[in-house]
């Protein structure tokens, strides 16, 4: 914050001579003088005094120092106005370099926060300084939209506005990574992570996003990050078009995955005899894949793949027939779909199996 106090002398210093001289001569100002008004400017930038302030007091020492000066008033002003337009831009340039700095720290700091590399002691102390406080619990949601975007991207302006007209400073994080827009909350705050989910699927136009779970203490953003990560990756994967994906509801998922060698067999086993069908294994995997997408009704299974349910209740018959096991029997339904999900998961058959 700017100090209102008045301007000490020393940020006016040789002023005074100057103004003296160019109204004597006419002369413009050196570059030497202009790079010590610059350096003053500067200086006073550091120090935490106003522009408004900084400029007033040069105007106020041009009126005490007018009476005495012989020369021409036009040289006055001209000296003034160089003089002034220097310490100006010598407070603006420091003003610049303590934004890239500002940012620059920022930055560290998400990069650090996001990828568990910093001790979390020290984390902790400086994520306070940006408004969180890690002891407690916190979630973190991922946006990802058609393009990348950045701090500066008018995506995330408009996505800050939003969460800053409504909830004011709740302790929250709004930032980029990886063109992706973040947003860090408090755990017991998920009405701030629903609304940052709002307005980034209708700034991004129709990008999606995913909500981690609530992680507690100095770790807890980095687990909540990562999960929303896996999220978006496995929305991609299996081609789930809901705006909004909550860890929480897709636990079943990395449960499945986690063991890939044995998903890979459940695959092979229960789908690998659909390759020797005529036209491969996809058509009659994307069959399987609607009717349990659509809860097991054929007819609306068969009206997403443009088919007649005559046609469609067929090619469950000749699953039936390839594998053994009826995608109408609950007892065989189970196992398929499992297989079908691993499928998706493990890009099958684009992506060849092998067992052990």
């Known amino acids: 914050m700017s100090r209102t106090a008045e301007i000490p002398q020393e940020y006016l210093a040789g002023y005074a001579q100057i103004l003296s001289e160019v109204c004597t001569s006419g002369r413009r100002l050196t570059r030497d003088e202009l790079e010590a008004r610059r350096a003053l400017g500067e200086r006073a930038a550091d120090a935490g005094y106003g522009l408004r302030d900084l400029v007033g007091a040069h105007l106020k020492a041009t009126r005490a120092a007018w009476p005495s000066l012989r020369g021409d008033p036009d040289s006055l002003l001209a000296?003034?106005?160089?003089?002034?337009?220097?310490?100006?831009?010598?407070?603006?340039?420091?003003?610049?370099?303590?934004?890239?700095?500002?940012?620059?720290?920022?930055?560290?700091f998400i990069d650090d926060l996001l990828h568990g590399r910093s001790d979390l002691g020290r984390l902790a102390e400086?994520?306070?300084?940006?408004?969180?406080?890690?002891?407690?619990?916190?979630?973190?949601?991922v946006a990802h939209g058609p393009v990348a975007y950045d701090e500066g991207d008018p995506v995330a302006r408009q996505?800050?506005?939003?969460?800053?007209?409504?909830?004011?400073?709740?302790?929250?994080l709004l930032t980029t990574k990886d063109g992706r827009l973040l947003c860090v909350a408090p755990g017991d705050q998920p009405d701030v992570l629903t609304h940052f989910a709002k307005h980034s699927y209708a700034a991004t136009d129709g990008g999606q996003v995913a909500i981690g779970r609530v992680q507690p203490g100095p770790g807890g953003?980095?687990?909540?990050y990562e999960e929303a990560l896996s999220v978006l990756d496995l929305a991609e994967r299996l081609e789930l078009e809901e705006?909004?994906?909550?860890?929480?509801?897709?636990?079943?998922y990395p449960v499945l995955t986690r063991d890939r060698q044995a998903m890979a067999d459940?695959?092979?086993?229960?789908?690998?005899p659909l390759t020797t069908a005529r036209g491969g294994a996809q058509p009659?995997?994307?069959?399987?894949?609607?009717?349990?997408?659509?809860?097991?009704?054929?007819?609306?299974?068969?009206r997403r793949l443009s088919l007649s349910v005559r046609a469609f209740t067929y090619r469950l018959a000749r699953i039936e027939q390839l594998t053994g096991a009826s995608p109408t029997d609950p007892s065989h339904r189970y196992m398929l779909q499992t297989a079908v999900i691993g499928a998706r998961l493990l890009d099958w058959p684009a992506t060849p199996l092998r067992s052990p």
């Open 284 to 302: 009659l995997l994307e069959t399987l894949t609607a009717y349990f997408d659509t809860g097991c009704v054929a007819a609306e299974a068969a």
């Open 159 to 172: 996505v800050e506005r939003a969460l800053i007209a409504r909830f004011q400073n709740r302790n929250t």
């Open 221 to 224: 953003v980095v687990q909540s």
């Open 243 to 252: 705006p909004v994906l909550y860890a929480a509801d897709l636990l079943v």
């Open 126 to 141: 400086r994520a306070e300084r940006f408004g969180l406080r890690l002891s407690h619990s916190h979630a973190v949601a």
């Open 266 to 272: 459940l695959v092979l086993a229960a789908l690998g």
């Open 79 to 108: 000296g003034m106005h160089q003089a002034v337009d220097a310490v100006a831009e010598g407070y603006e340039r420091a003003q610049r370099q303590a934004v890239r700095q500002e940012e620059a720290a920022r930055r560290e």
